[in-house]
């Protein structure tokens, strides 16, 4: 995963480092996530330069939060954006999923082992906000929803079980697992982590969807709360 540079002004840039320069020399694969963020805010503001605050959003909460989230409001909120910036993004976000919605249906994704879970989650080591992950899959173990359930640190008092097993059943879901990063590195599980784990394992065997995993992830490496 590329490193995302931080405090840089595009006038600091030279002309073919510029994001929309490089667009058009070079095609928009040839671009950072970073990159392409910035090119659909256009401008920062008094607090943050463009590529500042692009950079951010991905360090800080990482592509799928951004991608997930339909919600202008909340989207502002959750990553200190304006309005305009918010509708930008989810207006440019929601044309990318209706236009290649097929293609991502068509990518099976199947999980067999806690390496399978890390190797897809992988990028959550690099995130520096704590977050909550939720794959759910059928009874094939193949993943049929991926889903952010919270950004911020994981509490028990505040993490309820309805937040993660809501979308089980919307989605039909046979198992779970679940997921969050530590970006202190440490990958030994908090009480919390072990508290809300205890809570999922008594709900998944009420509503018979089997939580398979919890898997802390951090500096690169992976340990599960569950499968010792």
Same mark, same amino acid.
């Given at each position: 995963?590329?490193?995302?540079?931080?405090?840089?002004?595009?006038?600091?840039?030279?002309?073919?480092?510029?994001?929309?320069?490089?667009?058009?020399?070079?095609?928009?694969?040839?671009?950072?996530?970073?990159?392409?963020?910035?090119?659909?805010?256009?401008?920062?503001?008094?607090?943050?330069?463009?590529?500042?605050?692009?950079?951010?959003?991905?360090?800080?909460?990482?592509?799928?939060?951004?991608?997930?989230?339909?919600?202008?409001?909340?989207?502002?909120?959750?990553?200190?954006?304006?309005?305009? +910036?918010?509708?930008?993004?989810?207006?440019? $976000?929601?044309?990318?999923?209706? @236009?290649?919605?097929?293609?991502?249906? /068509? &990518? %099976?994704?199947?999980?067999?082992?806690?390496?399978?879970?890390?190797?897809?989650?992988?990028?959550?080591?690099?995130?520096?906000?704590?977050?909550?992950?939720?794959?759910?899959?059928?009874?094939?173990?193949?993943?049929?929803?991926?889903?952010?359930?919270?950004?911020?640190?994981?509490?028990?008092?505040?993490?309820?079980?309805?937040?993660?097993?809501?979308?089980?059943?919307?989605?039909?879901?046979?198992?779970?697992?679940?997921?969050?990063?530590?970006?202190?590195?440490?990958?030994?599980?908090?009480?919390?982590?072990?508290?809300?784990? +205890?809570?999922?394992?008594?709900?998944?065997? $009420?509503?018979?969807?089997?939580? @398979?995993?919890?898997?802390?992830?951090? /500096? &690169? %490496?992976?340990?599960?709360?569950?499968?010792?």
């Amino acid at each position: 995963m590329k490193k995302e540079k931080y405090n840089i002004k595009i006038k600091d840039l030279k002309k073919e480092e510029r994001p929309r320069e490089k667009l058009i020399k070079y095609g928009s694969s040839n671009l950072r996530i970073s990159e392409l963020i910035a090119i659909i805010l256009v401008t920062g503001n008094k607090k943050e330069e463009i590529m500042t605050m692009a950079s951010r959003l991905i360090k800080d909460y990482g592509e799928k939060s951004l991608l997930v989230e339909k919600e202008v409001k909340i989207l502002a909120d959750k990553f200190n954006l304006s309005i305009n +910036k918010s509708c930008q993004l989810i207006a440019s $976000l929601e044309l990318g999923r209706r @236009l290649f919605q097929n293609n991502y249906d /068509n &990518n %099976k994704i199947f999980f067999r082992s806690a390496f399978d879970v890390f190797t897809y989650l992988s990028n959550m080591t690099y995130l520096k906000k704590e977050q909550l992950r939720g794959l759910y899959l059928n009874s094939q173990f193949q993943l049929i929803h991926d889903e952010v359930i919270s950004i911020g640190t994981l509490n028990s008092s505040l993490i309820h079980p309805r937040e993660i097993f809501k979308p089980a059943i919307f989605h039909s879901a046979a198992a779970i697992i679940v997921a969050h990063n530590h970006p202190s590195g440490n990958l030994k599980p908090s009480l919390n982590d072990i508290e809300i784990t +205890k809570k999922l394992i008594s709900v998944s065997k $009420l509503l018979e969807i089997e939580l @398979l995993d919890h898997l802390i992830i951090a /500096n &690169n %490496k992976y340990n599960s709360i569950i499968n010792k």
